[in-house]
């Protein structure tokens, strides 16, 4: 027998279906919920709605909008020549916090996952093959994540675009900015030794 009624227990599974979010977290959501005023519950159930209807993807990144083009694509302040690959638009979204790429995004909205059943065909890799086809970028960076997905990816995709003559690279990778060396595993020095730079 529940405790709460059954559609308290409806909101709280939706919650704790949500990623990062456990049974505990979304008791404490659902009760938060729950105490908002009329208005506020309406305002927050009418911005999921907004945003269900209204954010798709960009035309030409993939990345999220409620245009027809994002801001980045949009942009005339941005190299259109540089395409840096993203997994997810959180990828992106850290890349900008930085403030030092001036390129422009395409986002696969995945990566691929033989484990999971992802393959090259669930990923916005076709978009990516017809704009380097265009002629019109210079560089593609891969920004995967430096996991087995991800360099599979970076891999799959590295090898789709050569026939292109288009300048491929990928984000060094290396020792974090207050790390330590006695705590990094092999991979990671290995790769911190390989992407020395001058000094």
Same mark, same amino acid.
């Given at each position: 027998?529940? @405790? ?24 404490? @959501?659902?009760? /938060?919920?729950? %105490? ?6 309406? =305002?927050? =159930?009418?911005?999921?709605?907004? =945003?269900?209807?209204? !954010? ?47 390129? !422009?995004? /395409?986002?696969?909205?995945? !990566? ?10 669930? @990923?916005?890799?076709?978009?990516? =093959? /017809? ?22 990816? %970076? ?6 675009? %050569? ?37």
């Amino acid at each position: 027998m529940s @405790l709460f009624p059954s559609s308290l227990e409806t909101l709280i599974d939706k919650l704790a279906s949500l990623p990062g979010v456990g049974a505990k977290s979304a008791q404490r @959501l659902a009760f /938060h919920i729950l %105490a908002l005023s009329d208005d506020d519950a309406n =305002a927050f =159930a009418d911005a999921i709605r907004d =945003a269900k209807g209204s !954010v798709h993807r960009c035309r030409l990144c993939q990345n999220l909008t409620d245009d027809e083009l994002c801001p980045v694509c949009a942009s005339p302040r941005r190299d259109s020549g540089i395409v840096c690959v993203v997994s997810d638009p959180k990828g992106a979204l850290a890349i900008e916090r930085a403030r030092e790429y001036n390129g !422009v995004y /395409h986002v696969l909205h995945g !990566v691929i996952s033989p484990m999971t059943g992802v393959t090259p065909d669930d @990923l916005c890799i076709r978009e990516l =093959a /017809h704009r380097v086809a265009s002629g019109n970028v210079s560089e593609v960076i891969m920004a995967t994540n430096p996991d087995t997905e991800g360099e599979t990816t %970076a891999r799959y995709i590295s090898r789709l675009l %050569a026939p292109f003559g288009v300048k491929i690279t990928r984000l060094a990778y290396g020792i974090p900015v207050g790390g330590s060396l006695e705590f990094a595993d092999d991979a990671t020095l290995t790769r911190a030794l390989e992407g020395r730079l001058d000094y």
